[in-house]
């Protein structure tokens, strides 16, 4: 024989026996036939295609959260009027991108117009409404409706692979489907029936706030058992630059101290972003001291998306956070809450 035949059918023969072992052999060495299979099951992920199971396409109601945040903005908008003295006959909504403010102030209309200005920033657009000296019509811009709709979607993706991962479920896809304004596709091998995996995924959710347990050390939570009435969670946060995404461990009470979709309060301020900074820290019962504030463009255009960071003193410890929204209020808000979401973390 050809010795160079000789070395390749030797070569061959090697790498065969080492797929072969890696696929039977671990991750124990087989002592049995059963043993045999049990590896081999445990190597090889059968997706949807082989295996079988659920293929399902959600739709997400996008125009229900434009809607919802129409709401929100009408009946702020109402408060802020009140507040700063600005008369008005009525504040009804038109649709879900629209309302209308009747019979505003005579003379008040300049102030009007200043105040969504400051209250909302470029979101919504202002125009006399038709017929109406004294009303005005607030459209929401096509970019804050893109902004929500891409929002409800990529929450709602988030929400599903959270819960289809809490079962334990291999090679399942959850991703965003079609033209991905507001279809998500679901595929779960193994779960044949459709209607048990609807009852899975498709709860409704409730937004909980859970206290701290600051009896128990999060790092050795995993060590023994818990107090009763205490729970392991975990924080999540990504990282900018590689998008990877971290936990960290907390331990929570289990019943939660208070539930609902929306927290009001309200605050005043040097202007409106301190008046924010004043209405968090009315809601979450923590003070802070800001440091250091900067406020950037991160995108150009009309609907320009601004970029907030803030570094923010709380008891004696600096905590930096990072906000975005093409409205400046929104995005220093959002930065500011950051900020305090950090320091609970590292205080717990």
């Known amino acids: 024989m050809n010795p160079n035949l000789k070395w ?30 049990a590896n081999f099951g445990s190597r090889i992920k059968l997706g949807l295609d082989l295996q079988g199971g659920t293929h399902m396409i959600l739709q997400v109601k996008v125009e229900e959260a434009v809607s919802l945040e129409n709401d929100q903005d009408r009946n702020h908008l109402a408060n802020r009027m009140r507040e700063q003295q600005i008369n008005y006959g009525s504040i009804e909504k038109l649709n879900d991108t629209q309302f209308v403010v009747r019979n505003v102030g005579e003379g008040q209309s300049g102030q009007f117009r200043d105040l969504v200005t400051q209250t909302f920033g470029p979101r919504w657009e202002v125009a ?25 979607l990529r929450q709602a993706v988030e929400t599903i ?45 409730q937004l909980e706030f859970k206290l ?26 990504r990282d900018r630059g590689t998008g990877r995404v971290n936990k960290e461990p907390i331990v929570i009470r ?60 709380i008891e004696g410890s600096v905590y930096s956070g990072i906000g975005t929204s093409p409205d400046v209020i929104e995005a220093s808000g959002r930065a500011y809450l950051n900020a ?9």
Not at 12 to 29: A, H
Not at 297 to 306: E, H
Not at 340 to 348: C, D, K
Request: hydrophobic fraction near 40%; charge should be negative; include cysteine.
């Open 254 to 313: 289990s019943r939660a101290s208070m539930t609902g979709e929306t927290i009001t309060d309200a605050a005043t301020g040097n202007g409106p972003v301190d008046a924010v900074f004043n209405c968090i820290e009315r809601i979450i019962g923590q003070q802070g001291v800001l440091r250091d504030y900067d406020l950037k463009a991160v995108t150009m255009g009309k609907d320009a998306l601004g970029e907030a960071m803030v570094r923010v003193e």
């Open 212 to 237: 701290v347990d600051d009896t128990v050390d999060p790092r050795n939570a995993g060590k023994g058992p818990l107090p009763a009435g205490s729970e392991l969670a975990y924080l999540q946060s």
């Open 128 to 152: 006399v409404a038709p017929g109406e000296a004294s009303g005005f019509t607030l459209t929401m811009r096509g970019s804050e409706v893109s902004r929500i709709r891409a929002e409800t």
């Open 340 to 348: 305090f979401n950090r320091f609970f973390a590292n205080s717990h």
């Open 8 to 37: 390749k059918a030797v070569f061959i023969l090697l790498v065969v026996v080492v797929c072969v072992y890696g696929l039977v052999g671990m991750p124990t060495f087989p002592t049995s036939w059963a043993q045999v299979k």
């Open 161 to 205: 692979d959270r819960r289809v991962n809490a079962l334990g479920l291999e090679e399942a896809t959850v991703t965003e489907h079609g033209r991905g304004e507001n279809e998500i596709l679901v595929q779960l091998p193994g779960v044949k029936d459709p209607q048990r995996a609807i009852a899975l995924i498709g709860k409704t959710a």
